[in-house]
């Protein structure tokens, strides 16, 4: 029984699983950054480029 018990204390020191936890929170945060500004400049660029196509000359 002594032995389980030292292993679960080692587990619980290990910082190895929170280190994987912290790199999941910041991609998970990087990701909706990433989309958020994806949303909202694109619809900017989208219409920056409108207003370019019917400003050029029809031929």
């Given at each position: 029984m002594?032995e389980i018990?030292?292993?679960?204390?080692?587990?619980a020191?290990?910082?190895?699983?929170?280190?994987?936890?912290?790199?999941?929170?910041?991609?998970?945060?990087?990701?909706?950054?990433?989309?958020a500004?994806?949303t909202?400049l694109?619809?900017?660029v989208n219409?920056?480029?409108?207003?370019?196509?019917?400003k050029?000359p029809?031929?």
């Open positions: 002594p018990l030292t292993k679960c204390m080692e587990l020191r290990d910082e190895d699983g929170a280190t994987a936890t912290e790199y999941a929170v910041m991609i998970a945060l990087i990701i909706i950054v990433a989309i500004a994806v909202f694109g619809k900017k219409n920056t480029f409108n207003n370019m196509a019917e050029l029809d031929n």
